[in-house]
């Protein structure tokens, strides 16, 4: 039987019957897998339940379907239909724990020497200044880097274009008995520098402001990026690699920049805020002066040449600041996610809603974005506006057209004094918030009929 050629809409039935025959009318079989699961979640008698709720005393972190509780030491997936424990690290000393971690997984393409280097794994920085490579399904260490005995690194971070990973230790602060003394604290801070992919150090760089500017300057509320380039040399060859990266040795400072290098970019702008993004390069910001605020200005990154429409302003004087961004689908469109708490000239407070009247009492709010890439679906989490404990929606829109396509409530109120987050990934919605002093992960899943909720 030869495949279909006709362009028409394939129900999901279908699309399983012709790939149980394997056949292929082209794009791959994830992009056809998810073709079925985008129909199936927007069927009528479909819907998301809440499965699963879990408090906990610390942050609560999800990536990648594995919720982390207890600073990373508990682990819990949450592909299955209800979230499962993967894994609980032994307890750590106040010396030996995670101050900062990130999920790392290897491309597909790619040839690596050691097949644990192919499976996910969790990075993770300790107190006392130890990189550990995790398994991300079992805990188990699957590699150690000792980082420095001088110096306090504290932060994570990627350079995804180059794969390679960075540690940044804490900024060094001139003392007030130093700055007496008339001592002066060149170094600013200090990067540790890896290939991931497999695991590899680079070496650490000194961050010196005799050589390198600031990149913010908060008085002047300029931002500018400065590129190292060709501007660094390595030095130094490791005679007993060994010793390397091994306690108390660890990584010796091997990378000094020998020059100044120049400004790429510099910007005017409120807030020290910039955003740069679409194709080609553009940059998102608001002019330094008081006629401009509540605007969004869009230019050029290339010559800061203002775009077709590069001005955004609402045009009203809003409680809550309206929110702009570049599309995390690198399409080059921007979503502006407009306030709908305004303020009128005699002071009082209205909260408009579409294609409704300013004071309807049925008030609602955005509060984040999110997009699910793989079902190329935008979240909207929307609020109903009541002080204090509210009630809030998803609204699952069409990311081409903008076309709602279904609303999902949330169980849970919505306490808009503390902080949300939110991920939708396929058949899974977590909900994560902040209660006082304590956090709260809520899971929802796709079923066809409602479910017990397993409170833990």
Same mark, same amino acid.
């Given at each position: 039987?030869?495949?279909?050629?006709?362009?028409?809409?394939?129900?999901?039935?279908?699309?399983?019957?012709?790939?149980?025959?394997? +056949?292929?009318?082209?794009?791959?079989?994830?992009?056809?897998?998810?073709?079925?699961?985008?129909?199936? +979640?927007? &069927?009528?008698?479909?819907?998301?339940?809440?499965?699963?709720?879990?408090?906990?005393?610390?942050?609560?972190?999800?990536?990648?379907?594995?919720?982390?509780?207890?600073?990373?030491?508990?682990?819990?997936?949450?592909?299955?239909?209800?979230?499962?424990?993967?894994?609980?690290?032994?307890?750590?000393?106040?010396?030996?724990?995670?101050?900062?971690?990130?999920?790392?997984?290897?491309?597909?393409?790619?040839?690596?020497?050691?097949?644990?280097?192919?499976?996910?794994?969790?990075?993770?920085?300790?107190?006392?200044?130890?990189?550990?490579?995790?398994?991300?399904?079992? %805990?188990?260490?699957?590699?150690?880097?000792?980082?420095?005995?001088?110096?306090?690194?504290?932060?994570?971070?990627?350079?995804?274009? &180059?794969?390679?990973?960075?540690?940044?230790?804490? &900024?060094?602060?001139?003392?007030?008995?130093?700055?007496?003394?008339?001592?002066?604290?060149?170094?600013?801070?200090?990067?540790?520098?890896?290939?991931?992919?497999?695991?590899?150090?680079?070496?650490?760089? /000194?961050?010196?402001?005799?050589?390198?500017?600031?990149?913010?300057?908060?008085?002047?509320?300029?931002?500018?990026?400065?590129?190292? &380039?060709?501007?660094?040399?390595?030095?130094?060859?490791?005679?007993?690699?060994?010793?390397?990266?091994?306690?108390?040795? %660890?990584?010796?400072?091997?990378?000094?920049?020998?020059?100044?290098?120049?400004?790429?970019?510099?910007?005017?702008?409120?807030?020290?805020?910039?955003?740069?993004?679409?194709?080609?390069?553009?940059?998102?910001?608001?002019?330094?002066?008081?006629?401009?605020?509540?605007?969004?200005?869009?230019?050029?990154?290339?010559?800061?040449?203002?775009?077709?429409?590069?001005?955004?302003?609402?045009?009203?004087?809003?409680?809550?600041?309206?929110?702009?961004?570049?599309?995390? *689908?690198?399409?080059?469109?921007? +979503?502006?996610?407009?306030?709908?708490?305004?303020?009128?000239?005699?002071?009082?407070?209205?909260?408009?809603?579409?294609?409704?009247?300013?004071?309807?009492?049925?008030?609602?709010?955005?509060?984040?974005?999110?997009?699910?890439?793989?079902?190329?679906?935008?979240?909207?989490?929307?609020?109903?506006? /009541?002080?204090?404990? %509210?009630?809030?929606?998803?609204?699952?829109?069409?990311?081409?057209?903008?076309?709602?396509?279904?609303?999902? *409530?949330?169980?849970?109120?919505?306490?808009?004094?503390?902080?949300?987050?939110?991920?939708?990934?396929?058949?899974?919605?977590?909900?994560?918030?902040?209660?006082?002093?304590?956090?709260?992960?809520?899971?929802?899943?796709?079923?066809?009929?409602?479910?017990?909720?397993?409170?833990?």
């Amino acid at each position: 039987m030869a495949p279909y050629r006709a362009k028409r809409t394939v129900n999901s039935t279908e699309l399983l019957i012709r790939r149980s025959r394997g +056949i292929r009318d082209g794009g791959t079989l994830i992009r056809q897998n998810m073709k079925v699961l985008r129909g199936i +979640i927007l &069927q009528d008698n479909r819907n998301f339940v809440k499965v699963w709720s879990k408090t906990s005393k610390s942050t609560i972190m999800y990536e990648n379907g594995k919720i982390y509780f207890e600073n990373y030491q508990n682990c819990y997936s949450s592909v299955l239909a209800e979230p499962r424990s993967l894994y609980k690290l032994p307890k750590r000393s106040k010396l030996e724990k995670f101050e900062d971690a990130l999920l790392c997984q290897s491309p597909l393409e790619e040839t690596l020497a050691s097949p644990s280097d192919h499976k996910p794994s969790l990075l993770a920085l300790t107190a006392n200044n130890w990189l550990y490579r995790l398994s991300a399904e079992t %805990g188990e260490e699957l590699q150690r880097v000792y980082l420095s005995s001088k110096h306090r690194f504290r932060y994570l971070g990627w350079d995804v274009s &180059q794969e390679m990973l960075y540690v940044k230790s804490v &900024q060094n602060k001139e003392t007030p008995l130093a700055r007496l003394a008339g001592v002066s604290q060149n170094t600013l801070m200090h990067l540790a520098i890896f290939h991931v992919f497999p695991l590899q150090i680079v070496g650490i760089l /000194e961050i010196n402001k005799k050589v390198l500017r600031l990149v913010c300057s908060f008085i002047k509320k300029n931002v500018s990026v400065e590129g190292i &380039q060709m501007y660094v040399i390595l030095t130094g060859i490791w005679k007993r690699q060994s010793l390397l990266g091994e306690a108390p040795f %660890g990584i010796p400072v091997n990378i000094h920049i020998k020059d100044c290098p120049p400004v790429l970019f510099e910007v005017s702008c409120s807030n020290n805020g910039v955003q740069i993004g679409g194709y080609p390069w553009h940059y998102i910001y608001t002019p330094p002066h008081d006629h401009h605020k509540g605007t969004h200005h869009i230019c050029s990154l290339k010559d800061s040449t203002m775009a077709t429409n590069g001005i955004q302003n609402m045009n009203c004087c809003s409680l809550e600041s309206d929110g702009i961004f570049f599309h995390p *689908d690198d399409s080059g469109r921007i +979503i502006h996610p407009t306030s709908q708490v305004t303020v009128t000239s005699s002071g009082r407070t209205v909260k408009r809603r579409f294609h409704q009247l300013d004071d309807d009492p049925d008030q609602e709010t955005f509060r984040m974005v999110e997009y699910e890439d793989e079902l190329d679906l935008l979240a909207v989490v929307v609020t109903n506006g /009541e002080e204090g404990e %509210g009630k809030a929606h998803i609204r699952l829109h069409d990311n081409q057209s903008g076309q709602l396509q279904r609303t999902i *409530d949330l169980v849970e109120p919505w306490d808009e004094t503390f902080r949300h987050e939110l991920f939708f990934d396929k058949d899974t919605i977590i909900h994560i918030e902040q209660k006082n002093t304590n956090f709260c992960c809520h899971v929802y899943k796709l079923k066809a009929t409602r479910g017990k909720v397993a409170e833990k």
